[in-house]
């Protein structure tokens, strides 16, 4: 394995890890809700009434936010070596799981994993082992 030291970024990292503790603890002290988002998502496609607005806010503040950043600093061309079949499916796969899962990666990694969680300890365990499993099996099993 080797580093790409030209995209090594460990303050940046670091600052945006503070943010989105900082942000989740703000959440949960402030509204007494998780900032899992398949949670706050899955509540506007099933809205329920006086609860819809925080969740709109939220999730068009998900979108904003990096355009925001857009305006003020370059932002990265993402790379992807997958076709549009593989992500489509990955993406319903991370939606099966997310429902298996009780939450997703937000909600039981950083938010469950802040309260001592012990079933987001699992959860977040299972993930992260699939995840581990998967790339040890396509790029040194299958060899693509």
């Known amino acids: 394995m080797n580093i790409d030291w030209i995209a090594f970024t460990p303050y940046a990292s670091l600052a945006g890890g503070v943010l989105i503790g900082v942000a989740a603890a703000m959440f949960v002290l402030l509204n007494g809700r998780i900032a899992g ?30 355009i925001a950043y857009g305006l ?37 990694g950083v938010c469950g994993l802040s309260r001592l969680s012990p079933r987001s300890l699992a959860a977040t365990a299972a993930f992260m082992g699939a995840g581990f499993v998967t790339v040890f099996v396509i790029r040194h099993l299958l060899g693509a």
């Open 37 to 66: 988002i398949s949670g706050v998502l899955g509540g506007l496609l099933r809205p329920e009434k006086g609860d819809v607005s925080w969740r709109l806010a939220f999730v068009l503040g998900l979108v904003a936010a990096p």
């Open 72 to 108: 003020f600093a370059a932002v990265p061309k993402p790379h992807i070596d997958a076709g549009w079949g593989v992500l489509v499916l990955a993406g319903l796969l991370v939606g099966v799981g997310t429902r298996y899962g009780a939450g997703c990666t937000s909600g039981h």
